[in-house]
């Protein structure tokens, strides 16, 4: 919770509308926890900030592309999808 608060603050502090964005709330690391200590640090997340929380792994790979879809599902939400799956060539001479 002190690292998301953190975070929110910085946002906000940035401004220019940053803090509006949609946002994907992902709780990381699971690998290195205990199941009943994961499912406890869930819910505080879930209840602190209202949204769901996807939960994955970097080094065990699990939750990956979960939470890699939602992120090209909020892309194409906003209209920006096409341009990621399909980028221009970078220009050369």
Do not use: C, F
Not at 19 to 24: L, M, Y
Not at 46 to 53: M, N, Q, R
Request: no cysteine; aromatic share 4%; glycine share 10%.
């Amino acid at each position: 919770m002190k690292a998301y608060r953190a975070i929110r603050r910085e946002l906000v502090a940035y401004g220019h509308g940053v803090a509006d964005k949609p946002e994907i709330v992902v709780l990381n690391k699971i690998d290195a926890i205990s199941p009943s200590l994961l499912t406890r640090k869930k819910a505080a997340l879930e209840k602190a900030t209202g949204k769901d929380v996807l939960l994955m792994s970097g080094v065990s790979g699990d939750g990956i592309r979960e939470v890699g879809a939602l992120w090209l599902a909020q892309l194409q939400s906003r209209g920006r999808g096409e341009e990621r799956q399909n980028p221009r060539r970078a220009w050369s001479p």
